[in-house]
């Protein structure tokens, strides 16, 4: 079965994309003028089929993704770090984007995200100074506020890999597996 949704405001493509609460949420991409990247982001609402837009990020974002760990905070990261958004309660539209101090010693550029739980995210990879690294964090997401910490090093941690999380184990094709 098949259903087609409302189509969205703003074209694009290589966007990020995550369901929170019955809603479809997208952020960014490349839209149709030439080297246009968006900060552009949109929220369609799968049982009411209506589009509505949302604040722009901060920063245009493409190739990223979005991570909701407790159904009230989106994260965005892409090429020009991470950005969380604040769900509203019920009907409420959100205020803002507000950008997230990274580490320096994370990489802030092409970098992983997972959510763990609801209230822990994995950064992992991406690049410093146009060099990949290998170095990881765990975001711990409290009252709004992201607490952030060192957990493991290796070389070339998941670089561009598709990581999944089953059972505080992180799994990613052709590395080995990870404790957390």
């Known amino acids: 079965c098949t259903t ?8 694009r493509k290589s966007a990020s994309a995550i369901i929170v ?3 479809l949420i997208v952020a960014g991409g490349i839209g149709s003028g030439k080297n246009s990247v ?24 493409v190739n ?14 892409g090429d020009h770090g991470i950005e969380k958004l604040q769900l509203g309660i019920e009907d409420e539209v959100p205020m803002a984007w507000e950008p997230i101090d990274i580490p320096a010693e994370v990489g802030v550029k092409k970098m992983g995200l997972i959510s763990l739980n609801n209230s822990t995210i994995l950064i992992f990879g991406g690049l410093e ?11 711990k997401v409290k009252d709004s ?3 952030m ?6 070389s070339d941690l998941f670089e561009g890999k ?11 094709p052709g590395q080995d597996l990870k404790d957390l």
């Open 162 to 172: 598709l990581v999944t999380k089953i059972q505080n184990k992180i799994y990613a």
């Open 38 to 61: 968006l900060k552009h982001c949109e929220i369609i609402d799968l049982e009411a089929q209506t589009v509505e837009e949302l604040p722009e990020l901060n920063y245009p974002k």
């Open 64 to 77: 990223g993704g979005l991570v909701c760990p407790d159904n009230m905070l989106v994260y965005a990261w």
């Open 21 to 23: 609460k019955g809603k």
């Open 145 to 147: 506020a992201a607490i």
């Open 129 to 139: 100074n146009q060099t990949k690294t290998n170095k990881s964090v765990l975001m």
């Open 4 to 11: 087609l949704l409302p189509k969205l405001k703003v074209p």
């Open 149 to 154: 910490g060192p957990i493991m090093k290796s």
